[in-house]
Each structure stands twice: as C-alpha cells, then as structure tokens.
C-alpha cells in the first residue's frame, strides 16, 4: 500500500447482539431437549459488526504506515444491555459507531454518550439474535428490534465528512460496504437505491461492495437485483448465490452450479464474488469465472458463525490495501485470497466477532501461497 494514503470505509447495515447455544449433539427434536456444551452467553454480531471489527484488526495487524477509519452505520438502542454491549465492543475496536436512530431522543440520532433516562415501555429493543450451533453448523433466531427502525433515508452519504480531519497530504480513498441487506427491511425496494446513487455523487471515485445475508422470506427479493448498476462488488455465500439466481438443479457439480451463476449474473455489470466454503471462492463477471481462490480447508472447525463477514473483510483489506499500485484484477485475486485466509481462520474461533490472530491469518495465507506454486518451488512468500 501507498504510504500516502488514508482509507476511509464506511459500512452501513446491521448490528446485532448474538446470544450463543452451543449443542453437544444434535438439534433437539420437535418437544425434545439437548445439552449445552457451556453456559449461554452474549456477544457482539451482526453482519456490518463482524465486518468493522476484523476490518480495524486487519488495518491494526497488517496496514503498515497507512490510516484508515472504519465507521459503522447502524442503529441500536444505546440505553439497553444489547445495545451497551455493541457501544462498548466499538470503543474497543477502535470502530467510529454511527448511531442513526431517529427517536425523540435526540442524542440517539448521532449515537453521544450523553446519560439519558430510559423508560423501557416506550424503547425499542436493539436487535439480538439467538444462535444455535451444532456439529460445526448453526442457525439463528433473529429479533430484528431497532434494525428494523434503519431506513435508507437515514444513512449518511457525504463521507468525506467524516474524515474531515485527515491529513491534507494524502490522498484520500472513500469504500462503502452494505452489510445485512436482507436483515435491514428498511433498505429494500428502492430506499437504498435512491441513496446509492446519492453516494456516488457526493463522493467521486468511491467504490461500493454489499453482502445480501441470508433472505429469512425465502423469497430474495427486497429490489435487490435493482441496485447490482450501483454497486462494484456483489459478495455472496453458496447458500445465498443459489437463492438469489433460482438455482433448483439436481446436478450437485460445482461446475454446473458457477456456469448458471455466470450465466445469471452476466446481465448484471457486478463483480460477483462467491464463497464456496472449504472449496474456497469464485469471481464471477460479466457471463465469465475469472478467478477461483482455494483455500486451507479445516477438518475441525470451532465456530463457522460470521465466517462470511470475516470474508468480506479479509477481501476489502486485500482489495483496497492495494488500490493504487495494481490492476483491478490483481486486486481482487488479492482481495479474494486474504478473505479465504481471513474466513479460514475465523472459524478456529469462537465468536463471529473475535477477530483470529495475526500469526494465524499469516499461517493461512503462507499455505494457500505455496499450494499456489508449481511444483518444485519451495520459496516461501513472507506475509508481513
């Protein structure tokens, strides 16, 4: 990365508070009963929360002598548990949180630290989730709270603003990220649309990536395919890819799968990017599959919850760190191969928003790095 430039990345979705189940065997049947391996807990989650916080640990660990902000757009309920729990998880990540709830409270607008009284009839809950996680899968129960209060008016476009107080010398690069679309209904048919566009005029050059979610409708629509023209990258899980292009094959080839996928999204000017688990990802563009990214596949994992987002972050450090200096195409391969290492990792861990440390994402990324090698070339790339 240029040492003269100064990133800023705005990501604008959902926070939520996860409440974690971990199962020692199965689901419970229908009136039955299971076992929990620990105590119940509460953590940080959320889609654009996971994201921001392995976003700052990657510019903390591995961002040389850049600067970077990473601001979260979201809106949570500051005066109760769940929403302490997020303010205090952003604080601690060095993540600006940008609270954009409307009440008649007007310190919630801007997300203060003013003490305010709290008169739980009259509030909102922030949004929380329960997660169930067995035999290394998980599913959730979503509260949507306050999230559902988040309409695309609301979201602040003119991000330069925002880093106002960054040095004049450098040169200065404006990323938004749209974490949870699916979670945030306020977003869907138009509302995000209206302020997409918006975006790219108040700030030139900018690049926009989305992360759909998964669709708890089932149906995958929400306006989504409206909003692909003003967007870069479009960064899907399989589950996601398969729902949001109609595939119903009974073919279970991968091949087969990435061919429909190319052939859906080519009407689409999108970079579609596509993770495929322990396969690693795929990117897709304009009917073509351009790359595919292996990854280190783990025979073990702790925790896959939030392995999606740690993804998405790994791919913007990847991508963005080197937005000056190479082809867009590099970028990507680039972006794409420290979102398999990032996403790897994350799943040794538990808690979808415990960033893995340095020494492991290195690990991952020095084995992908020499799978990558022909034969014969024992050389090792040093990841800084």
Not at 8 to 35: K, Q, T, W
Not at 137 to 158: C, K, P
Not at 269 to 277: A, E, M, S
Request: aromatic letters at 8%; proline letters at 3%.
């Amino acid at each position: 990365m240029q040492n003269s430039m100064h990133l800023s990345i705005n990501i604008i979705g959902d926070a939520f508070a996860d409440i974690y189940c971990y199962l020692e065997g199965d689901m419970p049947s229908h009136g039955g009963d299971a076992r929990l391996t620990q105590p119940i807990h509460k953590v940080p989650g959320g889609s654009g929360l996971n994201t921001a916080t392995h976003l700052s640990s990657l510019f903390s660990n591995f961002g040389d002598n850049n600067t970077s902000n990473i601001n979260l757009q979201t809106v949570i309920n500051e005066n109760d548990e769940y929403g302490k729990l997020l303010s205090n998880h952003c604080q601690k990540h060095n993540i600006r949180l940008i609270n954009r709830r409307v009440s008649n409270m007007p310190a919630c607008f801007l997300g203060t630290n003013e003490s305010m009284q709290f008169n739980e009839e009259q509030q909102t809950s922030t949004g929380h989730c329960a997660v169930i996680v067995s035999k290394g899968e998980r599913s959730f129960m979503t509260h949507l709270g306050t999230i559902r209060e988040f309409e695309g008016e609301q979201i602040l476009t003119n991000f330069q603003d925002l880093d106002s107080e960054k040095n004049t010398n450098t040169s200065l690069h404006l990323h938004a990220h749209i974490a949870g679309y699916f979670n945030t209904i306020g977003f869907w048919d138009g509302k995000l649309k209206s302020k997409l566009v918006e975006m790219r005029k108040a700030n030139q050059n900018m690049t926009i990536s989305l992360v759909p979610q998964h669709d708890a409708t089932e149906k995958w629509d929400g306006g989504l395919l409206d909003l692909f023209e003003h967007i870069d990258f479009l960064i899907l899980s399989e589950v996601e890819a398969k729902g949001i292009s109609n595939y119903s094959s009974d073919n279970t080839s991968q091949s087969d799968f990435l061919d429909h996928l190319a052939s859906f999204f080519k009407a689409y000017k999108v970079n579609v990017i596509v993770t495929l688990g322990s396969k690693g990802a795929v990117h897709i563009y304009n009917g073509d599959i351009i790359h595919q990214q292996e990854t280190t596949p783990i025979t073990n994992p702790v925790d896959p919850t939030g392995a999606g987002d740690s993804f998405a972050a790994g791919f913007l450090y990847g991508y963005l760190s080197y937005i000056e200096n190479i082809n867009a195409n590099e970028m990507i391969k680039l972006g794409m191969k420290y979102g398999c290492a990032v996403g790897t990792s994350s799943i040794m861990v538990q808690g979808a928003s415990v960033p893995p440390k340095k020494d492991n994402i290195k690990k991952i990324l020095e084995s992908i790095t020499n799978a990558e090698k022909p034969k014969g070339d024992t050389k090792r790339q040093r990841i800084s």
